[in-house]
């Protein structure tokens, strides 16, 4: 019986984030194998749309109530008009060129951000937001949540590093989370994603080499003997085989 999405974002909605939530079982399994997570993706009407619900929610039949989140597209158009990232002038045109709608990205992360912060104290779980991308008119912002307590029982760092935007991880399984959302991201950004449910397999022993070099990284940037170069805000994890 084939589903009714009202919520709709595209057609292969509901296969993408089951495949994501998949996914992340297999990795995180090899990592923390007491974890159980679960997936939902976050989608903010981008402005250029018209039609269509101002937030939509994957899946909308869980435990959350999808009207909790709808506040989100007020809000990241609020973000949006007074991010400092306005300000910013780069010495090239590409950047330029994408700096509008790189703010709009991060206004809909922050907004969602906020949501599920709220979310989060109020059903101790632990969410994590991973880097929008449009898809159909709508910035889709893949999430992994979790029990807090389950995430909690891991070892991690006292504390994490920023540089610039980028933050470290505090622990190699935040670290694993981290990159199946940058995979996830990646993957929205292929043609009708989800579409070919099953196609994708997890490299597990891809994952976990990533997920360390990204946590030793802290290391790196911590030592202020380190000479830092290149964008080490990326990191590409390459979980899934390309179709």
């Not at 007491?34 to 976050?42: K, S």
């Not at 009407?45 to 929610?57: F, I, K, L, M, S």
């Not at 399984?173 to 990646?186: K, M, Q, V, Y």
């Amino acid at each position: 019986m084939r589903k009714l999405i009202k919520l709709f974002m595209w057609g292969y909605q509901s296969h993408f984030n089951f495949e994501v939530e998949c996914q992340a079982r297999k990795v995180l399994q090899t990592v923390a194998p007491t974890v159980e997570p679960r997936a939902l993706l976050i989608g903010i009407r981008a402005a250029e749309r018209t039609d269509g619900h101002p937030v939509c929610v994957e899946p909308e039949d869980e435990d959350w109530d999808p009207t909790f989140f709808f506040s989100s597209h007020a809000r990241a158009e609020e973000i949006y008009k007074t991010h400092p990232d306005h300000s910013i002038f780069y010495g090239d045109e590409p950047s330029m060129r994408d700096k509008p709608e790189n703010i709009r990205k991060k206004s809909a992360l922050a907004a969602a951000k906020e949501r599920f912060s709220i979310y989060d104290g109020d059903h101790a779980t632990k969410s994590y937001c991973g880097w929008p991308f449009k898809v159909e008119g709508y910035y889709v912002i893949p999430v992994l949540q979790f029990k807090a307590a389950d995430i909690d029982a891991y070892p991690s760092l006292p504390f994490p590093i920023s540089f610039e935007d980028w933050k470290s991880p505090r622990s190699l399984l935040d670290a694993a989370i981290d990159c199946l959302l940058a995979d996830a991201t990646t993957a929205l950004g292929q043609k009708e994603p989800g579409r070919f449910l099953g196609r994708r397999q997890a490299d597990t022993p891809v994952c976990t080499e990533a997920s360390g070099r990204q946590l030793l990284q802290r290391d790196h940037i911590g030592d202020e003997r380190c000479h830092v170069s290149g964008d080490i805000r990326s990191v590409e994890c390459h979980f899934f085989d390309p179709i």
